[in-house]
């Protein structure tokens, strides 16, 4: 079954303008960011995501955790931040639309934080926001059945992948199907739909936003709780993705530094090519400016020069 939503002007406006912003992404080369802006994305995702389950380390200290450095913290904490950076690094393999891998990431993201991670809950829960119970989740007994019924809307071909992140995201949290780790579960769950469609999502830590807007965050939870449909949500989650995106464009409408577009070009796996063919790539660059590219790809030990003069050409290594 269709889990129940309207589509509202706001929602329309904002697909068209994510389209747009995605299409410009592509169009400026920032769908494959460096390996630097990636890695602090993803510090930025991990630190965000955990931020707001209360987590308490800093960004500097996530970064650290990744570097292999030692931290003085929380060990509950830190065990957090461990579990996250593990599910990220097998964040390719996992398929959205697959019940088996959601459970297989849940285990990964909470293992020795509770009991039985990867496993349903078994018990009540309901969510209480400081005296006054905010939600209550669907009895225990039909979290299976539910959960099924929610990966089969995921295989839904007609379906946008930008609204199904947002209901299947909205629809998680309404079932509460674990006793803890569903935000983040949520959250993770958005980026991997939306990144099975657009690489760029890989990059882009959603949780920034959604961090800065926790009221909000909560409160689109809570109304679409009580309208009955995950609409105000789909609003909301939106709006965050566009922002996200704008973000993205102001940052990266930089010009691309040389080692940006080697890196860039490294990633096409193009293994032979000509300095036309790497112009190509790089439309506004000058001839001048590509021999000096590829220089320092050869002085990076990226590239192996082959002949010379006109017949020059370039192997990735």
């Known amino acids: 079954m269709k889990p129940p939503y309207e589509i509202t002007p706001k929602i329309l406006q904002f697909v068209t303008q994510i389209s ?9 080369l920032l769908d494959k960011p460096s390996p630097k802006l990636r890695k602090q994305n993803r510090i930025k995702t991990i630190h965000n995501s955990l931020k707001i389950e209360g987590n308490t380390l800093t960004e500097e200290q996530v970064t650290a955790i ?26 390719e393999k996992l398929k959205y639309y697959n019940e088996k891998d959601f459970l297989k990431a849940h285990k990964t993201i909470m293992k020795g934080l509770i009991k039985n991670p990867g496993k349903y809950r078994k018990q009540v829960v309901g969510i209480v926001k400081g005296t006054k119970v905010e939600h209550v989740a669907p009895p225990y007994q039909n979290v299976p059945y539910l959960m099924k019924d929610l990966f089969k809307y995921l295989k839904d071909e007609n ?19 674990f006793l803890d780790g569903n935000g983040r579960m949520g959250r993770l769950w958005q980026t991997l739909i939306l990144t099975n469609e657009y690489q760029v999502f890989e990059f882009i830590p959603l949780e920034t936003l ?6 909000e965050y909560y409160k689109a939870l809570s109304e679409s709780d009580n309208q009955g449909k995950s609409t105000i949500f789909i609003e909301y ?8 995106l704008e973000y993205t464009l102001n940052f990266g409408n930089r010009k691309l530094t040389q080692i940006d577009r080697l890196y860039y070009f490294r990633e096409q796996n193009i293994k032979e ?3 036309k063919d ?40």
């Not at 990744?66 to 964040?91: A, Q, S």
């Not at 400016?289 to 030990?301: C, F, H």
């Open 20 to 28: 747009e912003k995605i299409g410009e992404i592509n169009a400026s």
């Open 66 to 91: 990744i570097e292999n450095k030692r931290v003085i913290g929380p060990e509950k904490d830190i065990k957090e931040v461990l579990n996250t950076i593990e599910v990220y690094n097998h964040f």
């Open 159 to 177: 379906e946008l992948s930008l609204i199904k992140s947002c209901v299947f995201h909205y629809e998680m949290e309404f079932i509460h199907p």
């Open 210 to 215: 959604i961090s800065k807007s926790q009221k």
């Open 237 to 244: 989650m939106l709006e965050i993705i566009n922002n996200s």
């Open 273 to 275: 090519f000509t300095r």
């Open 278 to 317: 790497y112009m190509n790539v790089f439309k506004n660059i000058s001839s001048a400016t590509a021999s000096r590219d590829l220089n320092k790809g050869i002085e990076m030990n990226f590239l192996v020069k082959m002949g010379n003069k006109n017949k020059t050409k370039y192997r990735l290594k």
